[in-house]
Structure formats: structure tokens, C-alpha cells
């Protein structure tokens, strides 16, 4: 067996940064689920496709009304799609008269970059 002690994030004195890669340490617990709660919103083709769409809207943000024509999906199921990717943080909105605007909590987006970003270099095989 292995001495080697497992540095779990948010438990240790030396503070590594605010957001350590996923190779850099193991997380903490409240860590972990917020992350999981994250990637199961993501988890699904259709939000997945949502997100890409509110994200790369020019001007920031997209109206729920150019959203539905784009899925063979009814309108309450796309809101409910909607809803799930704001729960998780990923978007935000705001009712305008009778439509309702999206976008991308770029923050969220940052988090979730930082965490996938490998900080070891792939060595050149020969």
C-alpha cells in the first residue's frame, strides 16, 4: 500500500486557488455535488443543444421564442429544459412583455472550464 496522503480540495491549509483543475486534486464533497448538478444538466441533448444556442447568440442573449422552432418539442417541454439549465446555473432570465429572454452565466461556464482543464502537459511519445 501506498504512504502517499490524498489531498482532498477545501480541507487542506495551502490554498491552491479558487477553482483547481480536475488533475490537480480530488474534491471536497459540497464540491463534488455542485459540479454533479452541473453535468447532469448537461447530460441531456436537448439542454445541451439549448445551452450552445442561448451561448452563441450574437448580443448575449435570445428570446424563447426563436428557441422552440428549433426542436420538434412542444413549448412547455422546451421551458422545462430551460428551467433545469437555470437551476444548475448555467443561465439566466428575464421576462419582457409577454417573452422571456435567455442567456449564458458565464461564471458557471468558467468553473466548469477550469475544473476540465489538464494542467500536466502530454508528454511527446518516440
Same mark, same amino acid.
Given at each position: 500500500m501506498s504512504k502517499q496522503e490524498l489531498v482532498v480540495i477545501g480541507q487542506d491549509d495551502e490554498s491552491t486557488g479558487c477553482c483547481p483543475g480536475l488533475v490537480t486534486a480530488p474534491? !471536497?464533497? *459540497?464540491? *463534488? *455535488? !455542485? $459540479? *454533479? +448538478?452541473?453535468? +447532469? &444538466?448537461? =447530460?441531456d441533448p436537448v439542454r445541451l443543444r439549448l445551452l450552445s444556442m442561448i451561448a452563441s447568440r450574437s448580443g448575449g442573449e435570445v428570446c424563447v421564442c426563436d428557441l422552440t422552432p428549433a426542436f420538434d418539442l412542444s413549448q412547455p417541454t422546451i421551458? #422545462? #429544459?430551460? +428551467? $433545469? $439549465?437555470?437551476? &444548475? =446555473?448555467?443561465i439566466d432570465c428575464e421576462r419582457r412583455g409577454t417573452w422571456v429572454y435567455y442567456w449564458v452565466l458565464p461564471g458557471t461556464l468558467d468553473r466548469l472550464s477550469a475544473f476540465l482543464t489538464t494542467t500536466q502537459k502530454a508528454e511527446a511519445t518516440t
Open positions: 474534491l !471536497d464533497e *459540497a464540491r *463534488a *455535488a !455542485d $459540479l *454533479a +448538478k452541473i453535468f +447532469k &444538466a448537461l =447530460g421551458s #422545462h #429544459h430551460l +428551467k $433545469l $439549465l437555470r437551476q &444548475a =446555473g448555467l
